[in-house]
């Protein structure tokens, strides 16, 4: 088991949600963190962002309809999909600074990944 572990990915139409989730283990804490994914035969891209402080960004593609958050007493990282498209089929990377080393992304920690697959 590693250190981000994640969970929430799943099968869902056109037009679906779905939330993402990633733990912490123990007692680390989730700094400045991030979403990518990597769908077949494309490299991994950076979806969403958030910094220590709060501040979020976004891929163009995602953007109004991906939101990032941070449940910092509990140490876990979200992503809220709203409208999913055929497109956003991939796997789901958490990505996350634990341990104050890095302020950008890629981060230190990746989660194991988790399937996304938007289908009707």
């Known amino acids: 088991q590693g250190l981000l572990e994640e969970s929430g990915g799943g099968l869902v139409e056109p037009g679906g949600s779905l939330r993402l989730s990633c733990a912490a283990s123990?007692?680390?804490?989730?700094?400045?963190a991030g979403w990518y994914r990597q769908a077949p035969g494309k490299q991994r891209e950076l979806v969403a962002a958030i910094s220590e402080g709060g501040y979020t960004n976004y891929a163009d593609s995602v953007k109004g309809r991906f939101i990032i958050s941070r449940d910092n007493a509990n140490n876990i990282l979200y992503l809220q999909m709203h409208n999913l498209k055929f497109d956003d089929t991939a796997v789901y990377f958490c990505?996350?600074?634990?341990?104050?080393?890095?302020?950008?992304?890629?981060?230190?920690?990746w989660g194991q990944g988790t399937q996304v697959t938007v289908s009707s």
């Open positions: 990505n996350a600074d634990l341990d104050g080393g890095s302020v950008l992304p890629p981060y230190g920690y």
């Open positions: 123990g007692s680390l804490t989730i700094n400045a």
